[in-house]
C-alpha cells in the first residue's frame, strides 16, 4: 500500500510567509521524517520525530504528528527564497528495513 | 563532514545492456539502500541490505537487479539487461542508527541519472 501522501502537491508563497505541507500515511508507523531536494539533487533529511512525539522543532522547522488521523505536517515559518526545494515525508514501520516515501510538494519560494 | 558519493553522476546506454551505478557509503555505516526516482514522481525504495545480504527488497527490484558489496566501501547496483522503464535517478543512500537499520536518518547521494535509448 502507498504511504505518505502529501498535500499539497505544489505550494507558491511569498517570502516572508509561512509554508505549511501535510503528510498522511495508511499503517502504524515507527517513525516519520521529512527530507528536502532541491531540483536534480539528493534528498537531504531535515527532522525525525518518533510515534510517541506529537510535534518537534528544529530552526524555522516545526513538525506535528497524529498518529490517531495518521498524519504529519511540516511548517516553515519566515520562508526564504532558498527554501524553494521539493519536501517528501518519509515513514518507517516494525516489521520493515525501508523508508517509504510519499509523492513530495513542491515549495516554490518567490523572492 | 562526511557524504555518500555516487559514480557515475550520468550514465547512457542502450536498451539490452548491463549497467553498473557505484557508491561510497558513509565509512561507519551499517545499512545501505537504493531509491530510484523517474523524473518529476517519487522516490521509490528498491533494495536494503545489511551484513552483507540484502534485507529487503520492493517487487521493483527483480531478477534484472543486483546489488554487491564487493571490498567494504563500494556498494554497487547492476542492471543486467536494462529497459526503456529503467530510465531515472538512483539514489544510494546509507543508514548508520537505529534498531536493524528502522528508524534512522538516510544519508543520499547526489544520485547517477540513468538514461537507456
Known amino acids: 500500500s502507498q504511504q505518505g501522501e502529501e498535500d499539497p502537491q505544489a505550494l507558491s508563497i511569498q517570502e516572508g510567509e509561512n509554508a505549511t505541507m501535510n503528510c498522511s500515511y495508511k499503517t502504524s508507523i515507527n517513525n516519520l521524517q521529512w527530507y528536502r531536494q532541491n531540483s536534480g539533487r539528493g534528498l537531504v533529511h531535515l527532522i525525525l520525530i518518533r510515534s510517541n512525539e506529537r510535534e518537534k522543532h528544529s530552526g524555522r522547522l516545526r513538525v506535528t504528528l497524529d498518529t490517531s488521523k495518521k498524519s504529519s505536517s511540516l511548517l516553515i515559518t519566515a520562508s526564504r527564497a532558498a527554501d524553494t526545494a521539493s519536501y517528501f515525508c518519509?515513514?518507517?514501520?516494525?516489521?520493515?528495513?525501508?523508508?517509504?516515501f510519499g509523492s513530495g510538494t513542491r515549495l516554490l519560494v518567490r523572492p | 563532514e562526511p557524504e555518500v558519493t555516487q559514480t557515475p553522476s550520468h550514465q547512457v546506454t542502450q536498451m539490452g545492456q548491463e549497467v553498473i551505478l557505484r557508491c561510497v557509503p558513509i565509512?561507519?555505516?551499517?545499512?545501505f539502500y537504493w531509491y530510484r526516482q523517474i523524473l518529476g514522481q517519487k522516490v521509490e525504495f528498491l533494495v536494503s541490505f545489511y551484513n552483507n545480504e540484502i534485507s529487503e527488497k520492493s517487487e521493483i527490484f527483480d531478477d534484472q537487479f543486483s546489488v554487491e558489496r564487493p571490498d567494504g566501501s563500494n556498494f554497487t547496483l547492476k542492471i543486467r539487461s536494462t529497459k526503456l522503464e529503467d530510465s531515472a535517478m538512483y539514489f544510494c543512500?546509507?543508514?548508520?542508527?537505529?534498531?536493524?537499520?528502522?528508524?534512522?536518518?538516510?544519508?543520499f547521494g547526489e544520485g547517477s541519472r540513468l538514461t537507456v535509448l
Open positions: 518519509a515513514t518507517d514501520h516494525y516489521s520493515s528495513y525501508k523508508l517509504i
Open positions: 543512500a546509507s543508514s548508520g542508527r537505529g534498531a536493524l537499520g528502522r528508524g534512522g536518518e538516510l544519508f
Open positions: 565509512s561507519n555505516h551499517l545499512y
